[in-house]
């Protein structure tokens, strides 16, 4: 009586059983369909001043901001794993804060000078600068603040002259992390004029107004001073439609690849994103999320170490070109092994 019924229930699968090639190791990974390696990862380094100076970051356990030469020590231990690339935060002393964000575009400001000195010491890497005022601001804004409003054009102005200035000390990759519009196409005429046309733009295409961006905050030293939010130029996490506009206009003012922010909550978006568009699509999995896979794994709710692998080739399956992480140099050193 059993048996009649088992055959004619599993009838219907034909003889298809997917559990088939999942039986052994040697069979799971002919059938992987993604794959993780060190070039998928970049990793960003948060800078300070000082020599031989590294300080922690409450919110972010296991990271801490590098001083110049310890950055330097860290792009050799992350060209020896075979990451491509690294992106440079600087944390910029109070005192050189201010409402127009001038310290942007000093030639010889923190993140400029840990720019030459990695592009020095280590030509093999690719340096990815950020540009945002937030950074060198007082009030932790992306954009120049008058009456309360974050002005667009002006901002792009200061944007363009600290992108001329990281080009200069030695930036492969200009990162505008700010969402003001048209910035990628007044920085890639800026870098053409300046007879830098292969000087690449990472632009920061759909950037959400995101809660996950927190610990990052405190490790440039810009939470602490920022009032209100960004929701006037970052995007409202309830869309994606925007997003792919968002996308299409930077590819259309001249970006070599775009990215996806934050990372995980938003793999959504990397999907739509891949199928729409033929270019390189990078995904960010921010501090936030980094927090909380190292939160939870301190407090045994997860086992940290399977999180971080399966979080990093679930941005691969949903087609992101590569991934910024705060694990990269760890991770690149397991895919070694
Ligand atoms: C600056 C910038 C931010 C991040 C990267 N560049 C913060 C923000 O926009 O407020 C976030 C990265 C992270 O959370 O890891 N414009």
Not at 51 to 70: C, F, W, Y
Not at 149 to 170: C, H, K, P, W
Not at 288 to 310: C, T
Not at 317 to 328: E, F, K, N, P, W
Request: with cysteine; charged share 25%; net charge negative.
């Amino acid at each position: 009586m059993a048996s009649t019924w088992q055959k004619h229930d599993m009838a219907f699968l034909n003889g298809h059983r997917l559990r088939r090639s999942r039986q052994a190791e040697w069979s799971r990974a002919m059938v992987r369909e993604t794959v993780l390696t060190p070039s998928d990862l970049i990793w960003p380094l948060f800078v300070i001043e000082g020599q031989n100076e590294k300080t922690a970051i409450r919110t972010m356990p296991g990271v801490e901001r590098l001083s110049v030469d310890l950055c330097v020590e860290a792009a050799r231990a992350a060209r020896d794993a075979g990451i491509p690339a690294l992106a440079l935060f600087p944390n910029t002393p109070d005192h050189l804060r201010s409402e127009d964000a001038a310290e942007a575009y000093n030639p010889d400001n923190l993140m400029c000078r840990a720019l030459s000195a990695i592009k020095s010491a280590v030509p093999e890497i690719g340096l990815i600068a950020d540009v945002a005022l937030d950074e060198y601001s007082a009030n932790g804004q992306d954009g120049l603040v008058r009456n309360g409003e974050i002005l667009n054009d002006e901002t792009v102005e200061v944007m363009v002259r600290s992108a001329l200035v990281q080009a200069e000390a030695g930036a492969d990759i200009i990162a505008p992390s700010d969402m003001m519009d048209g910035r990628v196409a007044a920085i890639r005429a800026a870098l053409d004029g300046d007879g830098r046309a292969n000087v690449q733009i990472m632009s920061y295409a759909a950037k959400y107004a995101s809660c996950f961006y927190g610990p990052f905050r405190e490790a440039v030293g810009s939470g602490s001073r920022l009032t209100g939010d960004k929701r006037t130029y970052q995007m409202d996490f309830a869309n994606s439609d925007e997003a792919l506009r968002e996308i299409e206009q930077d590819i259309a003012e001249g970006a070599d690849s775009v990215m996806v922010k934050p990372g995980l909550p938003y793999l959504d978006v990397v999907r739509r994103a891949r199928d729409a568009f033929n270019i390189p699509i990078y995904a960010y999995q921010v501090s936030g999320e980094y927090a909380m896979i190292e939160m939870a794994g301190a407090a045994g709710a997860i086992n940290r170490d399977a999180a971080v692998l399966e979080s990093l080739h679930a941005f691969k399956r949903a087609g992101s070109s590569g991934v910024l992480t705060y694990y990269a140099l760890e991770v690149a050193r397991w895919l070694n092994r």
